[in-house]
C-alpha cells in the first residue's frame, strides 16, 4: 500500500484511483471529475450512491475547477486535487474555494508533482493530505510542518492574521 501525509502524519492510503471506463467495486474508489460530471441517469444514480456510502472520492485534473463541482463537493468523503508540475498553483485556489466557499470538511488531498517546499502552503490553504512525488522523503516532510510556528497571515483553518491570535 502506499503512504501519504494525512493531518501531518504517515498514514497508508486506502482510495484507489480508477480508470474512466473501469467497473467500480465496493472499494474506496477516486473517479475523476470528467467521469463524474459525464454520467447520466442510471450511471449516476449508482455514483451517488457509492458517493453517499463514504466509497467515492473525486479528482480535481487540471483545468478542472473547483466551481464546476461545487455543491457537489460536500458529498464526497475525499477530493483530490492533482498538481500536474510544482509550479502550477490553480490546486490551492481549488483548495481554498473548497473549504470557505463549497464547505468541503472531508479529506481534501494534494496528489501528483508534490514536493516538500509545498506543504506548509498548502495546509495553510485546506489540504489535510498530500501525496507525495515518489522520490520525496516523506518522514522528513512530515518533520518540515514544525519549520514555522506561526504565520501572520490568516489562512483555511484560523482567519485572523497573527496580531490578532496573541493575546
Not at 133 to 143: F, N, Y
Request: hydrophobic residues 45%; proline residues 2%; glycine residues 8%.
Amino acid at each position: 500500500m502506499t503512504q501519504i501525509i494525512l493531518d501531518k502524519q504517515i498514514a497508508q492510503d486506502d482510495w484507489v484511483l480508477v480508470a474512466d471506463d473501469a467497473t467500480l467495486s465496493g472499494n474506496k474508489e477516486v473517479i475523476n471529475f470528467s467521469r463524474w460530471n459525464s454520467a447520466v441517469d442510471t450511471d449516476k444514480a449508482d455514483l451517488i450512491a457509492k458517493r453517499d456510502a463514504g466509497t467515492l472520492g473525486i479528482q480535481l485534473n487540471a483545468g478542472d475547477t473547483a466551481d464546476l463541482l461545487a455543491q457537489d463537493s460536500q458529498g464526497f468523503a475525499l477530493i483530490n486535487v492533482d498538481f500536474p508540475k510544482f509550479a502550477d498553483g490553480r490546486g490551492y485556489s481549488a483548495a481554498r474555494l473548497l473549504r470557505e466557499r463549497y464547505g468541503f470538511s472531508g479529506q481534501l488531498r494534494a496528489v501528483g508533482d508534490v514536493l516538500f517546499d509545498q506543504l506548509f502552503f498548502m495546509m495553510r490553504c485546506g489540504f489535510n493530505a498530500m501525496a507525495m512525488r515518489e522520490d520525496q522523503d516523506l518522514e522528513l516532510a512530515v518533520k518540515g510542518f514544525e519549520t514555522f510556528s506561526a504565520p501572520y497571515q490568516g489562512d483555511v483553518n484560523d482567519a485572523r492574521p497573527l496580531f490578532r491570535r496573541r493575546g
